[in-house]
Nanobody, 116 residues
Framework: QVQLVESGGGLVQAGGSLRLSCVAS????????MGWYRQAPGKQRKLVAM????????YADSAVKGRFTISRDNTKNTVYLQMNSLKPEDTAVYYC?????????WGQGTQVTVSS
């Protein structure tokens, strides 16, 4: 079992920045990759960025390239999503995600609201 706890969401004006954090606990040695999804109102949940156990990053959403950065601190079992130059269209619930050989795990979600 893996537990994920997110923090760092909130309300920010367009052009501002936020940093999301996701702390993993439990069977963290079994995690193959971690990342962030987001779900805007009325839309499907979509992958934003991910980072595998080897440290390779991938940004699935072209809209965030150059603005968002995913990183990790292994000493804290934490994955971050640094979000800069935020836009109103970035408004969504952001979910931390971790995958093992057998299961996917999700955090509870954190709301990010960008006002224009």
């Amino acid at each position: 079992q893996v537990q994920l706890v997110e923090s760092g969401g909130g309300l920010v004006q367009a052009g501002g920045s936020l940093r999301l954090s996701c702390v993993a606990s439990g069977s963290i040695f079994s995690i193959n990759a971690m990342g962030w999804y987001r779900q805007a109102p009325g839309k499907q949940r979509k992958l934003v960025a991910m980072l595998n156990s080897g440290g390779t990053t991938m940004y699935a959403d072209s809209a965030v390239k150059g603005r968002f950065t995913i990183s990790r601190d292994n000493t804290k079992n934490t994955v971050y999503l640094q979000m800069n130059s935020l836009k109103p269209e970035d408004t969504a619930v952001y979910y931390c995600w971790a995958t093992t050989a057998r299961y996917d795990y999700w955090g509870q979600g954190t709301q990010v609201t960008v006002s224009s």
